[in-house]
């Protein structure tokens, strides 16, 4: 079992940066996969990116390519998620998650463990 505290969320100018962090608790944090989602005011909570245990293969869904980055510190057991050129779009609450073995890691049922979130919040 493991558990999951975000940080790093905030308010922020469109076109600026936050890095998230996710600190992990329990054991083998190194055999999970991790994933970060997203869940704006009144729509579902959707995948963000992910990255696999081991060679630590990176996801990432289309809307946030080339701006966002998941990293991982298997000492430290955190994962982490900068994000730059901010967007007003991209203003949810994020949430850290974890499975040792998601199958669909874009699939928010795949994961068992959750954080609380963090709020980010970008203005225009």
């Known amino acids: 079992q493991v558990q999951l505290v975000e940080s790093g969320g905030g308010l922020v100018q469109a076109g600026g940066s936050l890095r998230l962090s996710c600190a992990a608790s329990?054991?083998?944090?190194?055999?999970?996969?991790m994933g970060w989602f997203r869940q704006a005011p009144g729509k579902e909570r959707e995948f963000v990116a992910a990255?696999?245990?081991?060679?630590?293969?990176?996801y990432y869904a289309d809307f946030v390519k080339d701006r966002f980055t998941i990293s991982r510190d298997v000492d430290k057991k955190t994962v982490d998620l900068q994000m730059n050129s901010l967007k007003p779009e991209d203003t949810a609450v994020y949430y850290c998650?974890?499975?040792?073995?998601?199958?669909?890691?874009?699939?928010?049922?795949?994961?068992?463990?959750w954080g609380q979130g963090t709020q980010v919040t970008v203005s225009s």
């Open positions: 990255i696999s245990r081991g060679s630590g293969r990176t």
């Open positions: 329990g054991r083998a944090f190194s055999a999970y996969v």
């Open positions: 998650a974890a499975d040792f073995d998601p199958g669909d890691y874009w699939r928010r049922g795949e994961y068992d463990y």
